[in-house]
């Protein structure tokens, strides 16, 4: 099977490529607007683009037409906080997404926590495992119409992680409870995990 992406839609490309690149990461970005309302909204399509300095990247398209509230709040604020949801929290996580008004807090409509930052204005949320501060570096903004992205790439300038996952200066990847994106409506747990180490010549 050979599949032409020209001919297709935007939510045709992404559910192939967010089938293909898997399993994305699940998590909740959290941001404050200019009115001081709290904001937090799930995505997957967000990744580590290079480790020094530490950037990530995180993309975001429209929602009727207009810029979502997580893409306005971070070209407000010049920061947002990436949270690590764990598998036990999901429902909430994916509440959130729900299209309400800019004027409801999500973070406490949908029964988390937002608790200060130490370096950044957004917040960041009690319950995650690994909340990550991140300061604006760079906003691109590609294709038109529905297809149209804002392309967010972020330092992070300080990580919180649980206490019970932190051990010997590292985090204990068999602790997390993280959730993948296989697809649209499909989704995986990190509950069988194993270690593989680079071979030596």
Known sequence: MKV???NLDGERIHDLLGSSITPLPVVLISTVGEDGIHNAAPFSLITPVCWK?????????LRKGQKKDTTRNIEFSKDFVVNLMDETLIKPTFQAAA???????EIKEVGLTAIPADKVKSPRIAESQISLECRLVQS??????????SVIFGEVVLMHVRD??????RIQVSQLRAVGRLGIEWFCKTEEIFEMRPPKV
């Open 99 to 105: 299209d309400y008004p800019s004027s409801v807090d």
């Open 140 to 149: 691109l903004e590609l294709g038109e119409g529905e297809n149209f992205r």
């Open 4 to 6: 032409e992406m020209a």
């Open 53 to 61: 300095p530490p950037i990530i990247c995180a993309s975001f398209g």
């Open 164 to 169: 019970e996952l932190w051990a010997a200066g």
